[in-house]
C-alpha cells in the first residue's frame, strides 16, 4: 500500500515565538498565506528507512522525526518540492505533514486529521525547522495563528484565490535566527503589534502591510528583498519578506521581474490532503 | 461593490443534538463530508432587503437572519444552489454561510472567517434548520464535529477527492425531526455510539459503516432510502442516509439508477470562501 499526501506551501508574513520543553505546546503566533505549490510526498513499507527529497537521498531530519513518531517499521518517502528548502515556503514542515498523511494511509496507523497535523508539528519544532507552518496547512488560505503549539488554535483572513509571486534569493536558517535571544525580543514585540493590528481589520492588504512593517521592525529584511519590495511598491504592489527565508512574496510580477527568476503561484484554499 | 462566495454542500452522515438558549451554543456533534457541488452566493448594497434563491425571491429566512445580524444596510443577496434544499445537503447552511461571507466583502465589514462562519452557525440554529452544518464547511473533507455549537471544535478523517453519487426522494424538515423528544433520544443515543466508535478508526469506510448504522438505529432512514441503499451494497458499494433529507449518498452509482436520477459529485478538499 502506497500512501500519497499534498502539501501548500506555507509563507508567513509576521510571527511571534513561544519556547516551550514540550514540544506540543512549543510554536508561534502570527499570519501567514498557503499556496497551490507545495510538497508531494509519498510513503510505503519498505526493509529500511530511507527519504528521498526530488529524488535525492537525504537526511531529511523533520521528516525522520515524523516516521520515528508514527511508524512501527521501516519505510520509504518520497517528497517532491516544487518550491526551495529554507526560502521560507514552509518546506520542512510540508514535507512532515504529507509525510505523516502518507503513512497514515500506508501503514493504516488509525489516525485523524488533527493527531497527524500535530505529530508535524512536534517534529518540527524539535528540530527547529519551523513553528507555525503546519498550523496553517491544516486549513489553507490566510491563516492566523491565535495560540502557539497545539491544539492549534487557527482563525483566517476571508479570502478568494489570488495570485502570488515570490522571487528566492537564498536560504535563511529558522534555527540559527531564532537561537539568538536579542533577535528573538525584538521579533516578538514587533510581532504582537502585528497580531492584534491584524485581528482589528483581517484583510489581505492589511495583512500585507503589516507584513511589509514587521520584516523591517523585526529587523530580518535583507538589503536585496527590501529593494525587491520597494521596486514592487514603485510598480503599485504590495510585498514583503517570507518568514523566514531570503524570499519576497508580491501581489504583482512588476518590479520583482529585473531581480532574477519570479514563481508565480496561488492563494491555496485546499489545507494538506490525500491525493 | 459586490461580494461572491462559495460554500460546499454538506452531508451529516451521523450527529447527535445539544440544546441550548444561547444559539452559540447549540449545535450538533456528528460527522458528515462536504462536497464540490455548493452554493455560490453574490451580495451588493440595496434599496431594500431581498434573497433570491436559484433567480426567484425567497424568504429565506437562514439567510435573512444573517443579514439583520451582520449588515448595517439593505442588501439583495443572490443564491445559485447546486443541490435541492431540504434534501441534507445543508442548503441553509451554504447560503448563509456564504452570505456572511460575500457580505462582510461587499460592505467591508473587517470580519474574520471565525466571526462569520458563528453568525451563520447562530443564524442557523436560530431558525431551527440545521446544527452543524456550517462547521463542516469551515473545513471541508470528511469532518468530524467533537463538540456543539462556537467556537467549532473540529477534526478530520484524512482523506483525498472521492467521488460520491447522490439520489433525492425528497424534503425532511430539519425543525420537525429535532421537535420531537422521543425521536430525539434514540438520534443522540446512536449518535454518540457511532462518534464514539469513529474516532478509534477514523476512516472513511468506518464511516460509511457508522452512517448507514446510524440511519436504521436512530429510524431516520425511509423505506425508499433502505431500498436504494441495499441495492448499492448489492452491488458491492457503502450508502446511506443524508442527515436530514430524504437523499442516499453513495461511494458508486450502481444500484442507485434504478430509483432515478443520480448526482454525482465529489468530497470537496476546500472549505467555503470568496470567488
Redesign the interface.
Known amino acids: 500500500m502506497i500512501g500519497?499526501a499534498f502539501a501548500p506551501s506555507h509563507i508567513t508574513g509576521f510571527f511571534y515565538a513561544y519556547d516551550d520543553d514540550d514540544s506540543t505546546k512549543m510554536g508561534s503566533c502570527g499570519c501567514g498565506l498557503t499556496l497551490d505549490d507545495g510538497v508531494i510526498t509519498e510513503a510505503r513499507a519498505a526493509d529500511i528507512t530511507e527519504i528521498y527529497l526530488n529524488g535525492k537521498l537525504s537526511s531529511a531530519s523533520t521528516t525522520r522525526t515524523v516516521i520515528e513518531l508514527l511508524a512501527n517499521r521501516p519505510v520509504r518517502v518520497d517528497s517532491k518540492l516544487a518550491f526551495p528548502v529554507g526560502g521560507g515556503f514552509g518546506a520542512s514542515g510540508a514535507g512532515a505533514f504529507g509525510t505523516a498523511?502518507a503513512l497514515?494511509?500506508a501503514l493504516g496507523l488509525?489516525?485523524?486529521?488533527?493527531e497527524?497535523s500535530y505529530t508535524a508539528h512536534s517534529a518540527e519544532v524539535l528540530n527547529r525547522t519551523g513553528l507555525g507552518d503546519v498550523a496553517g496547512m491544516t486549513?489553507?488560505?490566510i491563516v492566523?495563528r491565535l495560540k502557539p503549539g497545539t491544539p492549534f488554535i487557527l482563525?483566517?483572513?476571508?479570502?478568494?484565490?489570488r495570485d502570488i509571486y515570490c522571487i528566492h534569493f537564498g536560504p535563511i536558517s529558522t534555527k540559527s535566527v531564532l537561537s539568538d535571544p536579542k533577535e528573538k525580543a525584538a521579533i516578538n514585540d514587533a510581532g504582537r503589534k502585528c497580531l492584534k493590528s491584524l485581528?482589528?481589520?483581517?484583510?489581505f492588504e492589511h495583512f500585507m502591510g503589516l507584513s511589509r512593517q514587521f520584516s523591517v521592525s523585526a529587523d530580518l529584511v535583507s538589503g536585496r528583498a527590501l529593494d525587491a519590495i520597494e521596486a514592487v511598491e514603485s510598480r503599485g504592489g504590495m510585498a514583503s519578506m517570507a518568514m523566514l527565508g531570503d524570499t519576497v512574496f508580491s501581489t504583482i510580477p512588476d518590479g520583482l521581474e529585473d531581480f532574477g527568476e519570479v514563481l508565480k503561484s496561488r492563494i491555496s484554499?485546499?489545507?494538506a490532503?490525500?491525493?
Open positions: 500519497r498523511l497514515n494511509q488509525k489516525k485523524t486529521y488533527n497527524l486549513m489553507g488560505g492566523i482563525d483566517r483572513i476571508p479570502t478568494g484565490q485581528i482589528k481589520e483581517p484583510s484554499l485546499t489545507p490532503h490525500l491525493i
